[in-house]
């Protein structure tokens, strides 16, 4: 493999641990900072939980510290704010790094059997742009007008100098785009990655679902975040520069410009972003469903033609998030038909997944725990989408807390039990050490519970008709009746604030004096568990393997009968096979 | 992918890097796709273009610009060839034409906005101004960024860094300096022509 010479492990601090260019690295980098960020998107969202349970009340313990002024109670614009900045920074910086960031750089090299990247410097660039975002998103809590406060849309006219002054708002616009120049910069890494260096025998279908959600995200964040780009900049321009491209002011063509423009721009990429962050879900849980039933995933080709399908729909279906926006009805018709079409290859997924654990050997271990609870939330979550994709009863629905509990149980739900179920499913391959399961099961059970209940009650609160985003929803009079389904949501969503510290004690702990891992504590046929250690050596493999099967070769009884055990990896043959010297020669 | 795998190594090499080379300028090309998409909405929602009392946009002299950044990527597409023929003594001199018709590109393009501005057509005088300031500005913007590629091609160059087996670096430069010529040419055809 002249390809892939093995490269001398650098020595120096900074080589090896902060401007490194190896993808296990990268990968802790994006983790840790993802999971920082996780934690403070989370507690943006406990004040707005508390702010709707307990609208003007002074907030315990974080109150009389970030609220001095006003004695503990948070400000309307203070509370816009921190929707804003909790919706951004959940989805740009925590989900993407650690779902894209973290899992893309772990796994695609590992599990297609590849010694690093295929462009090892790039791939540090991104990680190093990805934290020149997060600190400009961090400036932006320094302005004195507070931070960016558009809502994550950021739509103008909200986003214009009108709407949000101060650099708060620019500082979240410019670290948009810093961010996005991050997301590309990977996914032109994880395409060309997938493409070049696949190990000899690794064909597209022998892929594990993992690697395939991965790449056809790095697709999907390839063409779309570059649009969002566009967006961001010319918002920007609009602010720093006192051009028109969004603002209004006499006829089009005589001085303004159109603020719907922007709405088309933002969500010609904001349609894809939602599937760019459910998709690796969709792999990793795909595969682990898999893995911990002991059977092979059910119609794994059936699976795969659905991500590609649901991918390139994505595209085509953005006009759903603006029927209220005004426009032609046939528009309307053309993207209704589109956005309900997708469903055909979502449930096509997700009876894939149900034939999968079917009357398997099912292994209840953590991950598994959590990919099941991702099936259910994400089962939850697709089935309400459909009267949001419907013009009819959109309109009813629209701009309601049940647009948020909908997208909440997908986007957020979803993506949150998948990362948790990668992470506990590739923490020995990361830091060679074995989690706690009882810890695991604990953060799981706390986990799936109280994030069910926290966005059904959003879903109900939505459907009696409350606004999303109102300070206090309560001065309304046809709202206030629903003040105890929004205090118990709240404490819901405490809980499961509170449910996440099993994890906190779990990791630290495992990071740093867990149980030393077996090889393969999982018994797993991939490349990343079956060809290289826990945690894996610098060039990932001695030598290269050969692969002869797809990944997924579990419980088969033919194998249990000549090797005595329920798996064979891809790249283990049985007796008298010889697919190794077959696929040399290919 | 069988035909691909037979290859030799440096071949293999080569298509590595073309192929990042042309998924980065897939994206490159969505973001420009997303501003002439603002520019048609804006166009096609006008009534008057350009709007009453504002200076109509010079048409001869980016058509020359136009002519000297096509002659920019000429130049290094004929000392590129050269080089992958073997040729290694005369790409400096290519390199250093395509570096010198890239920057009187940027000359000419700095002489549009001035005499545009000086006509009293400012960012803030609307619509009209922002979308010809915001698209051939973030187009100068790659142009420069490119430049900066060549000036740097040309000293390597010159220390001989480049030979028929490297070539790949110089052709993988000049795609992105290829782009940049094509989406002008859209730009032209767009803002100045329609």
Not at chain 1, 130 to 158: D, E, H
Not at chain 2, 43 to 70: E, F, K, M, Q, Y
Request: net charge positive.
């Amino acid at each position: 493999m002249e390809l892939q010479p093995i490269h001398p492990e650098p020595t120096s601090f900074i080589r090896k641990w902060i401007f490194s260019i190896d993808h296990k690295v990268i990968a802790k980098q994006f983790l840790w900072t993802g999971l920082l960020f996780l934690l403070f998107g989370g507690t943006l969202a406990m004040l707005i939980r508390w702010q709707w349970a307990f609208p003007g009340q002074s907030v315990p313990a974080l109150g009389p510290v970030f609220f001095k002024d006003t004695g503990g109670a948070i400000t309307p614009p203070t509370y816009t704010s921190i929707f804003t900045m909790h919706g951004l920074i959940m989805i740009f910086w925590a989900i993407t790094p650690i779902l894209i960031g973290a899992f893309g750089n772990l796994t695609i090299p590992l599990m297609i059997g590849a010694r690093d990247m295929a462009f090892p410097k790039l791939n540090m660039y991104s990680y190093w742009a990805f934290f020149i975002s997060a600190v400009l998103v961090i400036l932006s809590f320094t302005s004195q007008l507070g931070a960016g406060n558009a809502g994550w849309t950021t739509y103008p006219p909200l986003s214009t100098n009108v709407g949000s002054p101060g650099w708060g708002q620019t500082f979240a616009g410019l670290g948009i785009f810093v961010t996005g120049l991050s997301s590309i910069m990977g996914g032109i890494n994880y395409i060309v990655t997938v493409i070049r260096f696949r190990a000899p025998g690794m064909t597209w279908f022998r892929l594990p679902l993992t690697v395939w959600g991965l790449w056809l995200t790095a697709i999907l964040n390839v063409l779309f975040v570059p649009v969002l780009g566009s967006g961001a900049l010319l918002v920007t321009l609009d602010r720093l520069a006192g051009t028109h491209f969004f603002i209004t002011g006499g006829a089009v063509g005589l001085k303004g410009g159109d603020p719907i423009l922007f709405q088309h721009l933002f969500w010609i990429f904001g349609h894809p972003e939602v599937y760019i962050l459910i998709l690796p879900a969709w792999g990793i849980v795909g595969d682990v469903l898999s893995f911990f039933a002991r059977k092979p995933a059910f119609w794994y080709k059936g699976s795969v033609f659905a991500m590609i399908g649901v991918t390139v729909l994505s595209a085509v279906v953005y006009g759903h998030h603006m029927y209220q926006t005004g426009m032609a009805p046939m528009l309307g018709l053309a993207f209704e038909i589109l956005t309900l079409a997708i469903s055909v290859p979502a449930v096509l997924l997700f009876v894939n997944w149900l034939n999968t654990i079917w009357r398997g050997s099912v292994r209840k271990t953590v991950p598994m725990l959590f990919a099941l609870g991702m099936v259910f939330v994400f089962g939850a979550g697709g089935l309400t989408g459909l009267l949001l994709g419907t013009i009819s009863t959109d309109i009813y629905l629209h701009d309601t807390m049940y647009v948020v509990g909908h997208f909440h149980l997908t986007m957020a739900a979803a993506s949150f039990l998948a990362s948790f179920c990668g992470l506990y499913f590739w923490f020995p391959k990361m830091f060679g050490r074995e989690t706690n399961p009882l810890l695991g099961k604990l953060h799981f059970w706390g986990s799936v519970i109280f994030i069910t209940t926290t966005f059904t009650g959003q879903l109900l609160a939505g459907y009696s008709g409350q606004h999303r985003r109102l300070y206090d929803p309560f001065q309304y009079d046809y709202i206030t009746h629903l003040r105890d389904i929004n205090r118990w949501t709240s404490y819901s969503a405490f809980m499961l604030f509170i449910a996440q510290i099993p994890f906190v004690i779990n990791f630290f702990y495992s990071v740093f004096a867990g149980k030393k891992t077996k090889e393969n504590p999982w018994d797993v046929p991939t490349l990343d568990w079956v060809a290289c250690s826990s945690p894996p050596v610098y060039h990932n493999f001695d030598v290269v393997p050969t692969v002869v099967r797809g990944p997924h070769e579990l419980g088969n009884p033919e194998v249990k009968k000549a090797l005595g055990k329920d798996w064979i990896s891809q790249t283990e043959e049985m007796p008298g096979e010889d697919l190794a010297h077959a696929a040399a020669a290919e | 992918m069988a035909s691909v795998a037979k290859l030799e190594p440096r071949m293999r090499e080569n298509f590595t890097q073309s192929l990042g080379m042309i998924v980065a300028l897939g994206s490159w090309a969505m973001m420009f796709g997303a501003l002439f998409f603002v520019y048609a909405g804006v166009r096609t929602s006008a009534r008057v273009w350009p709007p009453a009392g504002l200076p109509a946009l010079p048409i001869a002299l980016p058509l020359v610009n136009t002519l000297v950044l096509a002659l920019s990527s000429v130049m290094l597409w004929i000392g590129t060839n050269a080089l992958i023929r073997g040729n290694r003594k005369v790409l400096p001199r290519y390199v250093a034409l395509s570096f010198g018709f890239g920057t009187l590109f940027l000359v000419l393009q700095v002489k549009v906005w001035k005499d545009l501005w000086l006509s009293g057509l400012m960012p803030s005088t609307g619509i009209y101004a922002s979308v010809f300031y915001g698209l051939t500005v973030l187009h100068a913007v790659h142009v420069f960024a490119g430049l900066i590629v060549l000036a740097v091609i040309f000293a390597r160059s010159l220390k001989g860094t480049y030979t028929e087996h490297n070539a790949i670096r110089v052709r993988v430069a000049g795609m992105f300096w290829h782009f940049v010529d094509v989406v002008w040419i859209f730009m032209f055809v767009a803002l100045y022509l329609l």
